[in-house]
């Protein structure tokens, strides 16, 4: 018998073929209070730094866009606006109920596109093929963040780019706050509002264990991307990656 390769579940480990089981029941269990959590949560920055980054994604009508781990749909409904009727947006994510949130968001808004429930390790997608691919907040859950960043760098056009927008580093000053608020106001928020408090127990712990700035800016080097660029924002509780594909 060999021993099965383990990773992290936020300080926890587990076995590989373990992690996706258990983000799983993370987001299903969050995902019909997903969007007031991460208004609490964040005091509403979340919609900043997601702004920031359709900003900075280049798309314009007429552009193919994947939102991976696209939730509820907040970047989607951005992109769909961009691209216009000439365009495509497909909004993906591993979990059902999330994906159903957005999808249902999006029609609610009067917006039919396509929707796919997949894996980003293994995306469902002809190389070549998208002007823009984001991914806002799922990196960090993903087992073989290589394998994933891989795979979105098969998927982009030749001049398109990544960005990746995700919890990261904080200036250091500010760490010893922002550990009492991470480790005793989340838990207790998640309580209340989504009768869940071990799943944001979990989202402090992934925080601290994704890689830093300059590691991920090396991990997208790594697979090919050039460009590479990092934008701290709120004092690096949050950064954005771009990268392009040449």
Not at 126 to 147: E, H, I, Q, W
Not at 193 to 210: P, T
Request: proline share 3%; hydrophobic share 45%.
């Amino acid at each position: 018998m060999t021993d099965e390769n383990t990773t992290h579940f936020g300080f926890s480990t587990v076995a590989e073929s373990q992690k996706a089981q258990k983000v799983a029941e993370v987001f299903h269990s969050v995902a019909q209070k997903y969007d007031v959590m991460n208004d609490l949560m964040s005091a509403g920055l979340h919609r900043v730094w997601k702004a920031f980054a359709i900003g900075q994604s280049g798309v314009r009508e007429g552009g193919r866009v994947l939102d991976i781990a696209g939730g509820t749909g907040d970047l989607s409904l951005a992109f769909l606006k961009r691209v216009g009727k000439s365009g495509q947006v497909w909004l993906t994510d591993i979990n059902s109920s999330m994906l159903t949130v957005g999808r249902d968001r999006l029609l609610d808004k009067g917006f039919i596109n396509p929707v796919a429930q997949c894996d980003a390790e293994k995306l469902p997608f002809p190389g070549d093929y998208f002007d823009c691919v984001t991914v806002a907040f799922g990196l960090r859950n993903m087992t073989d963040k290589d394998g994933a960043l891989a795979e979105m760098y098969r998927v982009l056009k030749p001049g398109g780019r990544l960005l990746v927008l995700e919890f990261s580093k904080v200036w250091k000053p500010l760490a010893p706050a922002y550990d009492v608020y991470s480790f005793k106001l989340l838990p207790k928020m998640g309580e209340l509002v989504a009768k869940d408090a071990a799943s944001y127990q979990y989202l402090a712990e992934s925080i601290r264990m994704h890689p830093d700035q300059e590691t991920l800016a090396q991990m997208m080097r790594d697979v090919g991307f050039a460009k590479v660029d990092y934008f701290n924002l709120t004092a690096g509780v949050v950064a954005l990656h771009k990268g392009f594909k040449l």
